[in-house]
Structures are given as structure tokens and as C-alpha cells.
């Protein structure tokens, strides 16, 4: 029986391991990870992570080809094949700060693995890790291989969240690159005649060390380039009265284009975009690219351009001060149908109004409190380091309240906004909500849910990115 191990039981790990053992009932498979508290709660009904349809294919697994656990030697020295998922946090000291990727728990892995193998064994990169880490792990378990054979893997995740399930069981492609010996490439297709259980071959492409892993960097880069685009003519739009969905749409139709990724938002968020661009920006400076490293820095630059531009619009709209004032948020996770606040623009968005001294009251069906409170306190970065190297309970932000009623959220604020596009804020009562609202009773749209024309007819003064501006608004400045 084929043994698998993936160290690491996060949002990659958990889901992609669950799905292998799913797939595959004569592997056996073995989720390992030092937090007591994740694995006890994979091992619970309350699991650790919300993705739609991820509880029923653990249930069916659970206890008989699927494991989770803290005894993380054992496992890893049993394995045939070793994926490794934990966390790359993006340096927030020394060099390449603010830039490059942390492997210091990558490395920490490499060298256990060194430690307890006692068979030869495939590695397989799971993480997003910066071009070039394969070369440096490869070097750690050689130098410490006590007659061990070592094969180093490139396997990027390319799932997205709230959709995770679904795309591991059809997924667009499989990308696995390894070396180009006779080793390697037979390396390559004992991971991919795991894959071939269920993906069709067309969609397994193998490819070499380098290219695996700059193609997730690349695709990530891509998806957000996309979205700074679109926001980037948001501002535009709403400067000159176009309206920002008409123009995406009729980009969209060009089928060289597409309709995919150009709404206009508050800004992107999650895990991946933020932290892979900066990797890659590095990674272009690092080999003297500065133009190209510019180039994909200005992505980023255009996002925190959009949040900016959302709290100025905020303030400026409310005679300039929100001092003393409730605004209700709705919706903190970084997009619909996941709990994940990792790099949300609400972080952002929050922490603009809370420095001009706005009471917030914040409503997200998916979000505790602790996260939320978590979040605002925390040093930009530190979420990506393993919850317990996090800040111990942070000191509550005395502005901010959470609650779990959107209604009660809106009661007595001066204004709203939208930042997650959850689909119960489409059918929300809004006329309940102003007339629980002070006035004027402000709704600024971060996600372009609502329907602008029936909220000004209930007597909201609405803010929806890039579409044509309330009148109100008409001689407020957009950018501070």
C-alpha cells in the first residue's frame, strides 16, 4: 500500500489530502502538524476550515484511509511520498524584508525529514514557495542523506477558496515538475498515477523543477493583474460617468479577454496574490530585472490605491469626519463563501476608519470575533506565521463590536459598507435598515451587490465602485 504524508494541515494541505484519500481508497493517507489544536479539530465535527462540501468527503475518509495527526515523526518516516504545506510567510525582517518569502519552516521540514527517513522517499513542494526552493531543500536532505535517496517534487495548489472541493476533483491542470534524470522523471509518474485516479492525463502536465513553480507565481500575478485593471477603471469610470460593469462586460465578450475576474471591488484579497507578487517581484530583483520587478509591484500598488480610495470616499462623503460615528461593515472574509481573512481589504478598510475615529460594527455570517479582533490588531504579515508563534490574544480594539445580525449591525450607523459580497446582502430589507439608520443614511458598495437605483429610491445616498456618482457625492474629493 502506497503511503503519502503531507506535513502541514492548513487550508492546502487538509482539503487536498482529503480529496486524494477520497479518490485513491487503497492509499493511505496521513495529515500531520505540530498544532494540537488543528488536528483535534480535524479529527472533530467542527472542523477547522469552512469549504463548501469539504465535511462529507472527511467523514467518509476519516479513520479508514485518512488520517490527521500530531505524531508527525512516525508518519513522515513511514511515507512513500512526503508533501510539504506549511507556512511561506512573506520576511518582515533582514533581507528581502517586506519581499521575500520565509522558509525557515520549509527548512525546519527538510532537515526532519533528513533526520527520521529510513527509506527513500519523494518531496513534494505543496506550498507556494519562491523559483529555486527545490534546489536549496535538495541540498539540505543530500547533505544529510545517510544513503537516502531523495526526489524533489514541484506540485503547486492552484485552488481557489469557497470552490477548493470542486476544483481538486475536476481541476483545470495538474502541474508537476521534477528533475530531468531517469530519478526524477520516475518520480514524476509515481505522483502523477496518484492524480491519474481521477483527472484525465490530458489535464497532468509534467514540466521541469523551475517551470512548476514560477507557473503558480505567474498564474497568481496573472489573476491579480486582472483585478488592479478593473479597479484601476473603476476610478476612472466613476471620474467621467461611465459605469464600470457595462465597460468589464463589454471587454469581457472579446474572447481573447473574457469575462473572468473583472469586477470591480474594494480590492482583492486571500493568501496568495499579495504575498506571490512580492515574491516574484524579488525574485526579478534579486536577477537584476528592476523594470519587470516594477512592472508587477505597481498591481499591488493599485490594490492599496482602491482601499484608500473606498475610506477617502467614506469621509469625504460624510461631511468629511467620522469621528464618533457607527458604521456598520458587512462582511469581513476576503470574498463570498469562505471564512478566511487572510489579506481581506477589509483589514484595510477598517483600520482607515478606525485611525479617523469611527465606531465600527462589523457582520460577516462566516467570521468570530476573535478573527475579526485578531485581525485588527495584528502587524501586517504576521498572519501567515503558525497560529501559535502568533501575538498571544490581542488587545481588543475598544472601537470595534461584533455582531451577528446584520440589522442589528445597521442600527443607529450613519453609514454602510459593503466588503464582502456574501449573497444574503442582496436580499437584505433595506428599507428596514434605513429606517433604523441615522440621516442621512450613507451605503457605500464595496462589491457592486446592491441595486443602486431602489436604494435611492428608499432614500440612501449610495456609493457603488465605478459607477456613475450620487449627486451628493458629485463634489466630494475622491482621493485625499
Request: aromatic share 8%.
Amino acid at each position: 500500500m502506497v503511503k503519502i504524508c503531507c506535513i502541514g494541515a492548513g487550508y492546502v494541505g487538509g482539503p487536498t489530502m482529503a480529496v486524494i484519500a477520497l479518490k485513491c481508497p487503497k492509499i493511505e493517507v496521513a495529515v500531520v502538524d505540530i498544532s494540537v489544536a488543528r488536528i483535534t479539530a480535524w479529527n472533530s465535527d467542527q472542523l477547522p476550515i469552512y469549504e463548501p462540501g469539504l465535511d462529507e468527503v472527511v467523514k467518509q475518509c476519516r479513520g479508514k484511509n485518512l488520517f490527521f495527526s500530531t505524531d508527525v515523526e512516525k508518519h513522515v518516516s513511514e511515507a512513500d511520498i512526503i508533501f510539504v504545506s506549511v507556512n511561506t510567510p512573506t520576511k518582515t525582517r533582514g533581507l528581502g524584508a517586506g519581499k521575500a518569502a520565509d522558509l525557515t519552516y520549509w527548512e525546519s521540514a527538510a532537515r526532519m525529514i533528513a533526520d527520521v527517513s529510513k527509506s527513500d522517499k519523494i518531496v513534494v513542494e505543496k506550498s507556494t514557495v519562491p523559483v529555486k526552493t527545490a534546489e536549496a531543500i535538495e541540498k539540505i536532505l543530500t547533505h544529510n542523506s545517510k544513503g537516502i535517496n531523495y526526489q524533489i517534487l514541484s506540485n503547486p495548489e492552484f485552488l481557489a477558496e469557497g470552490t477548493a472541493i470542486e476544483d481538486l476533483f475536476k481541476p483545470d491542470r495538474v502541474l508537476i515538475g521534477g528533475r530531468e534524470t531517469p530519478e526524477g522523471q520516475k518520480a514524476i509518474q509515481a505522483l502523477k498515477a496518484v492524480y491519474a485516479h481521477w483527472v484525465p492525463e490530458e489535464r497532468i502536465i509534467c514540466t521541469n523543477l523551475w517551470s512548476a513553480e514560477l507557473s503558480k507565481l505567474a498564474a497568481n500575478a496573472f489573476l491579480a493583474q486582472r483585478i488592479s485593471s478593473v479597479n484601476a477603471m473603476s476610478a476612472l469610470c466613476e471620474a467621467t460617468g461611465a459605469d464600470v460593469s457595462e465597460v468589464s462586460h463589454a471587454v469581457g465578450k472579446d474572447t481573447r479577454i473574457g469575462p473572468k475576474f473583472l469586477n470591480a471591488s474594494v480590492g482583492f484579497g486571500g493568501s496568495c496574490f499579495q504575498k506571490d507578487i512580492l515574491n516574484l517581484v524579488y525574485i526579478c530583483e534579486c536577477n537584476g530585472l528592476s523594470e519587470v520587478a516594477s512592472y508587477w509591484k505597481q498591481v499591488i500598488k493599485v490594490n492599496d490605491y482602491q482601499k484608500s480610495r473606498f475610506v477617502n470616499r467614506v469621509v469625504s462623503s460624510m461631511f468629511n469626519t467620522v469621528a464618533g460615528k457607527k458604521i456598520a461593515i458587512f462582511g469581513f472574509a476576503f470574498k463570498k463563501d469562505t471564512g478566511d481573512t487572510r489579506e481581506t481589504p477589509a483589514i484595510d478598510v477598517c483600520k482607515g476608519l478606525i485611525t479617523d475615529k469611527a465606531r465600527l460594527s462589523i457582520y460577516d455570517p462566516q467570521v468570530s470575533e476573535d478573527q475579526i479582533q485578531r485581525d485588527l490588531s495584528m502587524n501586517k504579515f504576521d498572519w501567515d506565521h503558525p497560529i501559535h508563534l502568533q501575538p498571544m490574544s490581542p488587545s481588543a480594539v475598544k472601537q470595534v463590536s461584533v455582531v451577528w445580525d446584520a440589522y442589528e449591525a445597521a442600527k443607529d450607523a450613519h453609514g454602510l459598507c459593503i466588503l464582502t459580497e456574501w449573497d444574503e446582502f442582496k436580499s437584505l430589507d433595506y428599507k428596514r435598515i434605513y429606517d433604523n439608520m441615522q440621516k442621512p443614511a450613507f451605503v457605500f458598495d464595496g462589491r457592486n451587490v446592491v441595486d443602486v437605483a431602489k436604494l435611492r429610491e428608499i432614500g440612501f445616498i449610495v456609493y457603488s465602485i465605478g459607477k456613475p456618482l450620487d449627486a451628493w457625492l458629485k463634489d466630494m474629493p475622491a482621493v485625499a
